[in-house]
């Protein structure tokens, strides 16, 4: 017995050595948040950079990354029918150019009327390249898919598509069917209604087992106090870019109400930081953040909005985030709803003056 109480005592020494020297899997301190806050708020709106084409199509969801010397961006346009992806790019990341479409409305696919696609492999290392990394020697998105007319219509699911080269406005290829969707025998609670946009990343620490790691917007059946289902951001995993499967039996992100939404993430240092939109469990929608230590479990911001209505031009709803650090410059992207219809915008960490595409 002797020798049993002391080989007991040994490994709770053990444990408890180890428990102290690694940061807690659940939680992320309330100093460590502050401290983040401050390195991401960005308090200049500098305004529009990417104005509605003209006034029957409406433009949403950017999404930035680097090429050598040139900034790009990914985005959607809403025409009333359902949504293409588009390509931007520019030289400053205030003035952008539009080049053309990525994904297009197609006949008699499970996708034919919405393709809203949003880059994968995105540098994650704040104040990195930002640069797209390629699997199997391809680039790679993941897109909102769907077959019925209007916005957001319909049972929506998440597709794959790749392209050797992201840069240009040329059609991507696309995978016949869906990677998830709300109809799939593993859905969960929170998802089985149907599933939004989606953002992938390497996991490249595999600290949930796999390579890959995608965080997803769904809606599921079970409904909220007032009656209505709510939007959480979920997980899924993959091994290959094409297979799938759910992550754990809760979303990570949830208010039970309202909407949580469009996942960005970003690590600094040894925290994974995840931007994403709040709306309707307070007025408007409007900007939010949390951070984690294993890409699983996320401690809430409960502080300040990082980004909140205030100008004309995102006084309905400022929402849907991009967030990078360049040149010591925070820059946030995001989609503005005002008097200007739907646009993207930016604010940053520096006052940059103001665009000249309207305040």
């Known amino acids: 017995m002797k020798f049993l109480t002391t080989s007991y005592a040994f490994l709770f020494t053990i444990a408890t050595v180890f428990a102290q020297s690694v940061p807690s899997a659940r939680t992320v301190s309330d100093q460590k948040m502050r401290e983040v806050y401050e390195q991401i708020k960005t308090p200049y709106k500098y305004g529009i950079v990417l104005p509605q084409p003209d006034k029957g199509r409406m433009v949403d969801s950017p999404t930035i990354f680097r090429k050598g010397q040139t900034w790009y961006m990914t985005y959607i346009i809403f025409d009333g029918k359902g949504y293409e992806t588009w390509l931007a790019q520019s030289a400053d990341l205030l003035h952008w150019t539009t080049q053309g479409r990525l994904m297009s409305f197609t006949e ?29 020697n391809r680039y790679w998105m993941s897109y909102l898919g769907g077959s019925e007319k209007g916005y957001e219509a319909g049972r929506l699911g998440i597709g794959m598509a790749s392209t050797q080269d992201l840069t240009q406005p040329k059609e991507v290829s696309r995978l016949p069917q869906p990677v ?5 025998k593993d859905a969960r609670w929170y998802d089985n209604k149907t599933i939004y946009k989606s953002l992938v990343i ?16 769904a809606k599921g059946e079970k409904p909220d106090a007032d009656g209505k289902g709510f939007e959480n951001i979920a997980m899924a995993v993959s091994s290959d870019m094409t297979h799938w499967k759910r ?21 600094i240092g040894d925290v994974y930081v995840m931007f994403y939109f709040g709306a309707f469990w307070k007025p408007g929608a409007f900007e939010r953040f949390a951070c984690s230590y294993d890409l699983v479990n996320w401690t809430d911001w409960q502080g300040d909005d990082l980004i909140a209505p205030s100008e004309p031009y995102d006084k309905t709803y400022a929402h849907k985030p991009w967030v990078i650090r360049w040149n010591g410059v925070v820059y946030h992207f995001y989609n503005a709803v005002g008097d200007k219809g739907r646009v993207i915008a930016v604010a940053t960490s520096k006052d940059l003056g103001k665009s000249s595409l309207g305040q």
């Open 247 to 267: 992550y754990g039996q809760q979303p990570l992100i949830t208010r039970k109400t309202g909407i949580c939404g469009d996942a960005q993430i970003t690590k």
């Open 108 to 136: 008699n696919t499970w996708d034919a009327t919405q393709k809203a696609g949003y880059v994968a492999l995105v540098d994650t290392e704040w104040g990195g390249s930002y640069e797209v990394e390629k699997f199997e």
């Open 202 to 217: 390497r996991d490249k620490e595999k600290k949930t087992g796999y390579p890959f790691v995608m965080y997803y917007n």
């Open 180 to 184: 998830l969707s709300a109809v799939d």
